[in-house]
């Protein structure tokens, strides 16, 4: 009996550890690669992938708890410098660049047994003597494993998908290939997209440390626009970096509510349901740490952020655990790593604006950040396709004081506003409405 206890107790506690763990490490460390006579060698690895915080999850301990996993030492040292140990320069080699467009792993739980799936997408590239470039051949390759618990497996299967994928290239006819491939610039061999990307520039970004105050919306957070507030409160709770606010004192004391944010002049934090959560710097965008949802969708940290409503938040599915959360500065959403590589493949939002039947028979001018749009007429509308992730859409309408309606686009989504201009004594306006109300009316108008 007590052989059984003890070996209960190990094992809740080796749960328990694996729980805590923040990243699982993937290490490619013990693994070979075996290409005969390798006719090339990898010069750098550059990382193209749309999200790059993690590679994926693995599922830890008895209750198989969700963990972000990432290669150890990261995509551009770490599996640079194994590639260069494995296939290093021999007399002849050619050297080539390895770009990777995806490296994705996953796991999944049957009743009885596990697997473990890998996806590799990279491609090889040739810089030629008057300083182009050239894409020499693209490959995707994919590889799983089953077995009671495959976290273990991971590093296998990668390995796999590379040694098929060098093998491949090994053969490769050279001379075939580079008459079909047109030359690049360097910009558009290093960079996703073929061009570099826009360095955010936000207020918040550059300023110094905030004064004591609140943030209405994440546009005011992201902007440094803060309402002054001197009788502010944070109490620490029982998690780690979480408080609660109040403002006032003595019989005045309230919670603090309906805001997006607070400062209290040393740290920021952001409302997650009732409690406030301090935010870290992360690069370009902020995280911070909490309890993860019940509920997936439930989180809307950007349901003040300027009218949008309606903009729910992927969840993890885990219960209870502690969970890091990144504010994305570009679209305002707080998400875990899950969502974010979704949000980031939706490369394009879009905002359409339109005017009902009725009202004054003038078209009405409208502005998109300050240059005119189109001249909108009564049952009429304005498509807008919006890909820029560093800017927010600002709309408003010429000739009027104070018409206008700022924020940020959902990516992967439409987004209506509606301009209001029923009657000629009416001051015209622009409003959010939900996508029910917007596809509605709007469809309505495509049928004329």
């Known amino acids: 009996m007590k052989t059984r206890f003890f070996l209960l107790l190990f094992l809740a506690l080796y749960s328990v550890a694996h729980a805590q763990t923040p990243i699982y490490q993937v290490s490619l ?7 005969d006579k390798a006719a090339f060698h990898i010069t750098e690895v ?9 590679i994926g999850w693995v599922q830890r301990g008895m209750n198989n708890i969700r963990i972000p996993a990432n290669l150890q030492g990261g995509l551009q040292d770490g599996l640079g410098g194994w590639l260069q140990m494995q296939l290093p320069p021999r007399p002849g080699s050619r050297p080539v660049l390895l770009r990777v467009h995806e490296l994705r792993i996953g796991e999944v739980t049957k009743a009885t047994s596990e697997k473990a799936t890998a996806s590799v997408d990279v491609d090889f590239v040739v810089q030629q003597p008057d300083g182009s470039y050239q894409v020499l051949q693209r490959y995707i390759e994919e590889e799983e494993s089953k077995g009671l618990e495959t976290t273990g497996h991971h590093d296998d299967n990668i390995a796999a998908c590379l040694q098929r994928i060098c093998v491949q290239f090994n053969a490769l006819d050279w001379a075939q290939r580079l008459a079909l491939s047109p030359p690049l610039t360097k910009e558009q061999v290093y960079y996703r997209g073929g061009r570099r990307p826009v360095p955010y520039d936000y207020a918040i970004l550059t300023a110094p440390a905030p004064p004591m105050g609140i943030y209405g919306t994440f546009l005011n957070f992201r902007n440094n626009q803060l309402a002054p507030a001197a009788d502010l409160v944070a109490e620490a709770t029982d998690e780690p970096g979480e408080v609660d606010a109040y403002q006032g004192s003595g019989a005045a004391r309230k919670a603090l509510d309906e805001v997006w944010g607070f400062s209290d002049g040393q740290q920021v934090y952001i409302k997650r349901k009732r409690h406030f959560y301090a935010l870290k710097r992360a690069g370009d965008d902020f995280t911070y740490t ?20 309606g903009m729910a938040i992927a969840a993890v599915t885990t219960h209870g655990d502690r969970q890091e959360y990144t504010l994305d500065m570009a679209t305002g959403r707080v998400a875990d790593f899950d969502y974010l590589e979704l949000l980031t493949r939706r490369d394009t939002a879009t905002v359409v604006v339109y005017r009902r039947p009725g009202g004054p028979a003038a078209p009405l001018t409208v502005l998109l950040n300050g240059k005119e749009l189109a001249a909108l007429p009564a049952n009429d509308f304005v498509l807008i396709p919006w890909t820029s992730k560093t ?26 506003v509606e301009l209001k201009a029923r009657t000629a004594g009416e001051k015209p306006l622009l409003q959010y409405v939900p996508q029910k109300e917007g596809d509605y009316y709007v469809k309505k108008m495509r049928r004329r």
């Open 46 to 54: 550059l990382d193209l992938r749309v999200q790059r915080q993690t």
């Open 29 to 35: 460390r013990e693994q070979k690669l075996v290409v």
């Open 290 to 309: 909490a309890q993860s949802m019940d509920d997936p969708g439930v989180i809307n940290t950007a349901g003040a952020l300027a009218g949008v409503a």
């Open 391 to 416: 800017r927010e859409v600002s709309l408003c309408l010429a000739d009027t004081d104070g018409a206008c309606y700022s924020f940020i686009p959902v990516f992967g989504a439409t987004t209506y």
